[in-house]
Structure formats: C-alpha cells, structure tokens
C-alpha cells in the first residue's frame, strides 16, 4: 500500500462504540446488490446496510473480528482504511477490549475487493480462549 494514501479516521480512532461512513470509489457487489458506502464500526466490523441505527450488529454486517473494542483507551490504536480502485482494506490496529486491557492490542484488516470477494486478515490477536 501506499503509505500516504492510507487515512487514519481520526474519530474512530479515539472512541468507543462509534460508526463512520466511508465512500468506495468501485461498485461492491454484496447479495445481489452494489454498495458504493459502507459504515466502519469501532467494534471490529463493516455495517453494510443504508440506515445507520443503535442495532449495527443485527443484520448486513462483515465482521473479521467483532468484540467490545475501545480505540480509545491506548493512544496507538488507530482505525484507518485504504481505497485503491478495485480494492478497500480497513484495519484495526493496536485496539483493546473496553473491559479488558490486559489481554493486549489486536491487529486485523478486512479487505473488499471489486468483483465481491471478503478477505481478512490477522496481524496480532490475543488468546481470549
């Protein structure tokens, strides 16, 4: 990637439970239809529906790994997402469970590609076993 085009979301790298909109520059084809949007959750997961409301988690969602995360209690977690044309990559990087900062940060990426393929990926994840 290429390092200058990739955005920290500067929101949703210092809250808790917290959504933003973030446009595609491709078509995603998801269940039979092309989604131009998607709603980046804190919380690990990509809403895919068009209402946002307090019920993200219930339906229309893409979750490479979904947990209580608070970017805001470490000041290295960041959430940022890159666009290249054809592809979006979101990562979550360095984020802590909101109740449990001792099992450390995790790091994971869920990646859309243009012709409908999910692809996710693990950098750092703790054993919560």
Known sequence: ?????VKIHGILSNTH???????LSFDFPFYGHFLREITVA???FIYTGEV???????????APLMANFDPSVSRNSTVRYFDNGTAL?????HVHLQDNYNLGSFTFQATLLMDGRII??????????
Do not use: C, P
């Open 120 to 129: 996710f990926g693990y950098k750092e994840v703790s054993n919560v076993l």
């Open 1 to 5: 990637m290429e390092k200058d085009k």
């Open 17 to 23: 439970r917290q959504a933003a909109r973030v446009n």
């Open 42 to 44: 804190t919380g690990g």
């Open 52 to 62: 946002v409301h307090r019920m993200l988690t219930a339906t229309q969602y893409i």
């Open 89 to 93: 990559v979101v990562q979550w990087d």
